[in-house]
């Protein structure tokens, strides 16, 4: 019916948040329910939902953790690919690479786990952290969904 | 985010069901703290199978409580883990204060 959908290239969607708590939830599934185009299985899906609301947490916790900011959440699919960044203008990180360590925490007296950047690692192709000017950081992270052989792998299970 | 419980041959159930981030995070520890802090069971079973989503958040949480159990000689198990739960346990150690059971 509609030709021009069918050779889109690339789709995109952009989505400012203020950095409440309850917004996480609902980040996550916006993201989340904008990458059901590309096929991804159901466990990639969870995958991509873990890996923002790790990413949205940091801003809300660490980012803005006196005052409410804005939190910007970009995603861009092309093919099966998705890439997605969040950013925020909030205090910053002084050192990025200590930052990504497993297990390093900031707030180790609020029982957090410091595992945030090493959950979107492992969840997600690429995940790139760097700082923004004047101020925040950026969370640019990769997907590929893996779909087409995974899902012929399910019918076998089913045959 | 509910946190349902039961207690049956000195086994304290608990069942988290919704999802555990950090927004619910808070709910979540103060209704378990309450829990936990009364119960007389000799272990916990903390069942996994309604929490529709977790992240990191939830390892701060669950170790919290394992840190105050443990005082109280109480152990604690996991089951019924989402894949994605199943993967921030194992990188993260927590089964090996906290077993998974079936």
């Known amino acids: 019916m509609n030709t021009k959908k069918e050779v889109l290239e690339k789709n995109e969607m952009t989505l400012t948040i203020k950095s409440y708590s309850q917004n996480e939830s609902f980040a996550r599934s916006t993201v989340a329910a904008f990458c059901v185009q590309a096929n991804p299985t159901l466990e990639e899906i969870n995958d991509v939902k873990t890996a923002v609301s790790e990413a949205v947490t940091n801003c809300v916790v660490h980012a803005y953790p006196n005052s409410v900011g804005d939190i910007l959440i970009k995603a861009e699919i092309q093919g099966n690919t998705l890439n997605v960044t969040i950013s925020d203008w909030g205090v910053g990180i002084q050192d990025i690479k200590k930052a990504m360590e497993p297990f390093y925490t900031s707030k180790p007296e609020q029982e957090r786990s410091g595992m945030g950047f090493t959950v979107m690692e492992s969840f997600m192709d690429i995940v790139e952290v760097s700082a923004q000017k004047p101020n925040g950081v950026k969370v640019e992270m990769t997907k590929t969904f893996k779909s087409k052989a995974s899902s012929s792998k399910a019918e076998d299970k089913n045959a | ?102």
């Open chain 2, 1 to 102: 985010m509910q946190v349902k419980s039961r207690i049956y041959n000195n086994i304290l159930y608990i069942a988290l069901c919704g999802e555990l981030d950090e927004h619910s995070s808070v709910y979540t520890r103060m209704t378990l703290d309450e829990m936990l802090g009364k119960t007389i069971a000799k272990q916990i079973i903390i069942d996994l199978s309604e929490l529709n989503f977790m992240d990191s958040t939830g390892i701060g949480v669950l170790i919290g409580r394992y840190k105050k159990m443990k005082d109280k000689n109480v152990p604690i198990y996991i089951c019924n883990p989402s894949i994605q739960a199943e993967r921030i346990f194992k990188m993260t150690g927590l089964y090996d204060i906290m077993p998974k059971i079936n």
